[in-house]
């Protein structure tokens, strides 16, 4: 078994020395460091199971640096030291997430107590989080409260007829819920038909959703069942909902109200039983506002809704995630790289992802690819997850060479959704482009698949 890991941080340099000595010896793999700002920096590389974290520190108060480390990894457990008297303050650490405290001076024999009883907890813990995102064929794997809590709910719904919206930005895995969602679900024997509304041209719409009859145009040589008659007794997955042209949602509406298709160039109605889950990227509200979307519609297609949050912030799924991927491409590739460097991981926790789970897919993906040891390093990341522009720029090109337009572009649009903490509206408008702009611009430098 892996060696647990434990990272304390105190400014009192022989209590850490001491420390130090007796947890290493009882077989724990073991870190110091010596002020708040050492130790977050360390933890972001070292990862630790466990912190022992004084609650005073020079530069910042305990309490701040627990939230900071549970922000990026909400079950690490973390174990306070505590000056005698200061109980209080413990007390409320406790209820903010720490495991427990300890008061100065204290027993060594019974801080190693606490800590394999917290260890023993948070494999019980993990063991839970693994069976959730497991239970369906398409993992969803996450960490998060809000998404893990989603899922018992649907689960736990008697009515698999229920519509469902999927709101998230672009590559937050929409998808994979959606298709979890219908793996879950009574209907899982039947088909799951994904239909990517932004893909199909206008003019071919209503005879790819509804089917057409044999000679209803020129060219419809053979009566031709649509994607929603193919979906019957299954779901029908409506990604980029808001992208149907208008006159197509009031056909699709007349659907759900009725239950029932009519084939392009047809004359009966034929009754389909599906459940439909629409995904959007858009923020349908303002699209009804606008006059883009029409409210009904969406009041038909919103019965339970739900809103994947971005990568950046739920960053305790970043390493599950890309540990998820290592493996899947391992096997594709015949590979047996052993994990990711403390540094590699410290560039994930601290990159803004804006092309979401998908732009981590591609990286993981790309750096298995050209790995050659047994980790996967910095070297093998994209260079704008590793630095400021100026880095990237003077690193990649001599002072006098010219920088090809793409590259700057991609280098702005990230320091612009960084500075605009990934609101793509905003970035649009610090870059002077639309927001359609943008999102175009994404999917092109940071989700190419
Ligand atoms: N939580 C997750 N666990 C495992 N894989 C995921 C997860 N989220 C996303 N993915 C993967 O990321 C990629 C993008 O996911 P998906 O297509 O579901 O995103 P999306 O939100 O539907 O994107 P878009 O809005 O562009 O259609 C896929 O390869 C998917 O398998």
């Known amino acids: ?21 007796s947890l290493k010896s009882e077989g724990f793999e073991v870190d110091t460091a010596f002020s708040a700002k050492e130790g977050i920096k360390k933890f972001k590389g070292f990862l630790p199971d466990v912190v022992i974290l004084d609650l005073r520190l020079p530069d ?21 030291i505590t000056a005698y008297g200061d109980t209080k303050t413990a007390v409320e650490a406790v209820k903010k997430g720490a495991y427990d405290f300890i008061t100065k ?18 494999a019980l813990l993990e063991e839970n989080h693994i069976l959730k995102s497991l239970q369906g064929k398409s993992a969803f794997i996450t960490k998060d409260n809000e998404i893990l809590n989603f899922f018992s709910q649907i689960e736990n719904m ?8 999927i709101e998230g930005e672009t590559g937050t895995g929409k998808e994979v819920m959606a298709k979890m969602i219908h793996e879950s679900s009574d209907r899982r024997t039947k088909p799951f038909i994904p239909i990517n509304c932004s893909a199909i041209p206008a003019n071919l719409f209503e005879s790819e959703l509804f089917g057409y009859e044999k000679n209803a145009f020129t060219g419809a040589t053979e009566r031709k069942k649509g994607l929603i008659e193919l979906a019957d007794g299954g779901t029908l997955f409506l990604d980029e909902v808001g992208e149907i042209p208008l006159e197509l949602q009031a056909k699709l509406l007349r659907f759900l109200e009725e239950k029932a298709i009519r084939r392009v160039g047809g004359l009966n109605y034929i009754p389909v039983d599906v459940r439909i889950i629409s995904a959007t990227n858009r923020n349908l509200k303002e699209e009804i506002e606008r006059g883009n979307f029409r409210r009904d519609l969406y009041y038909r297609l919103c019965v339970v809704n739900f809103k994947i949050p971005p990568l950046r912030e739920r ?21 047996n790289i052993k994990g990711f460097t403390e540094k590699a991981k410290e560039i994930f926790l601290d990159y803004s992802w804006p092309g979401n789970v998908r732009e981590l897919r591609n990286i993981i993906e790309r750096a298995v690819i ?39 572009e991609k280098y702005h649009i990230k320091l612009a959704l960084e500075k605009t903490g990934g609101n793509i509206s905003k970035a649009a408008k610090l870059l002077g482009i639309s927001r359609f702009a943008l999102q175009r611009r994404i999917k092109k430098y940071f989700e190419s698949d």
Not at 9 to 18: H, T, V
Not at 315 to 335: A, C, G, M, R, Y
Not at 375 to 398: A, F, H, N, Q
Request: charged share 35%; with cysteine; proline share 5%.
């Open 1 to 21: 078994m892996k060696a647990k890991k434990i990272l304390i941080i105190d400014d009192e340099p022989a209590i850490c020395k001491a420390l130090q000595i």
């Open 60 to 80: 910042s108060d305990g309490i701040k640096v627990m939230e900071s480390i549970k922000a990026i990894e909400r079950d690490t457990i973390v174990i306070l």
């Open 105 to 122: 001076p204290f027993d060594l024999e019974e801080l190693k107590i606490t800590l394999k009883k917290a260890l023993k907890e948070k």
């Open 158 to 165: 008697a009515n698999t007829d229920c519509p469902i919206l």
């Open 315 to 335: 960053k305790e799924d970043i390493l599950p995630i890309s540990e998820h991927f290592l493996k899947v491409f391992n096997t594709q590739f015949n590979k």
């Open 370 to 408: 050209i790995a050659r040891g047994e980790y996967i390093t910095e070297k093998e990341l994209p260079l704008e997850m590793r630095g400021s522009i100026d880095d990237i720029v003077l690193e990649k090109y001599p002072k006098t060479d010219v920088i090809p337009l793409e590259e700057l």
